[in-house]
Nanobody, 120 residues
Framework: QVQLVESGGGLVQAGDSLKLSCVAS????????VGWFRQAPGKEREFVAGILWHGGANARVADSVKGRFSISRDNVKKTVYLQMNSLKPEDTAVYSC????????????WGQGTQVTVSS
């Protein structure tokens, strides 16, 4: 099993930046990729960004946040980061991370999430 703990959320103003962290523990050698997702009240959960756990820094960022958000990892710290710049009120959501164990599998082992609130 893998355990994930997110942190770094908070209340910020539009235009501010936040950096979220997702720390993994447990069977981390089995991880194929880590993804960040968000869910706003009354909306479905949406993919934000994902990165391979091993090898190169192959990453993907959703079109809705491209140019403002970036994802990175530190394998020594077993941590994946989501850098969020130029935040907008519509970025307000609970942000969660999850892992997948192969390219063809879905994401699972969700963390508890961290709240990001952007005021206008």
């Amino acid at each position: 099993q893998v355990q994930l703990v997110e942190s770094g959320g908070g209340l910020v103003q539009a235009g501010d930046s936040l950096k979220l962290s997702c720390v993994a523990s447990g069977r981390t050698l089995s991880i194929y990729a880590v993804g960040w997702f968000r869910q706003a009240p009354g909306k479905e959960r949406e993919f934000v960004a994902g990165i391979l756990w091993h090898g190169g820094a192959n990453a993907r960022v959703a079109d809705s946040v491209k140019g403002r958000f970036s994802i990175s990892r530190d394998n020594v710290k077993k941590t994946v980061y989501l850098q969020m710049n130029s935040l907008k009120p519509e970025d307000t959501a609970v942000y969660s991370c999850a892992v997948k164990f192969s390219s063809g599998s879905g994401y699972g082992y969700w963390g508890q999430g961290t709240q990001v609130t952007v005021s206008s």
